[in-house]
């Protein structure tokens, strides 16, 4: 007997739900074993995403998670690209209070125009 199109979509939209149950349960595990991996290295921002990434001091594995997730998705604005930066990691967007390191760093002689990220 020959399926009608109602009864492929009904088909198609459970098993959707099914998939994403399963993507869901997976990369539940995938966080975990990410998490265990970053802890046990000791891996910072940098280190996962390069010297442009936001800086923090090294966090526990629990520390270490997202959030919130779905920023992305909301509509909101990315956080702005990085303009200055220490040379060790520590990066700044120019945005908001001044970061510990570049007071510091302006303290000890240098200046802003020194701790642009050049490119």
Do not use: C
């Not at 990369?27 to 975990?32: F, K, L, R």
């Not at 991996?37 to 270490?64: C, M, Q, V």
């Not at 779905?70 to 220490?86: C, N, Q």
Request: aromatic fraction near 6%; proline fraction near 5%; hydrophobic fraction near 40%.
């Amino acid at each position: 007997m020959a399926k009608s199109l109602q009864q492929v979509l009904n088909q198609i939209t459970k098993l959707e739900k099914e998939a994403a149950a399963l993507r869901a349960k997976e990369a539940a595990g995938v966080i975990e074993r990410i998490r265990e991996a970053i802890a046990h290295y000791e891996l910072t921002p940098a280190d996962l995403f390069g010297p442009g990434a936001p800086s923090r001091k090294r966090a526990s594995a629990t520390a270490a998670a997202p959030k919130r997730r779905g920023a992305a998705k909301t509509g909101k604005a990315a956080a702005a690209p990085a303009k200055y930066t220490d040379g060790a990691g520590r990066t700044w967007t120019g945005h908001g209070k001044r970061p510990n390191w570049f007071k510091e760093a302006l303290a000890a002689g240098k200046t802003a125009e020194d701790l642009l990220i050049k490119g």
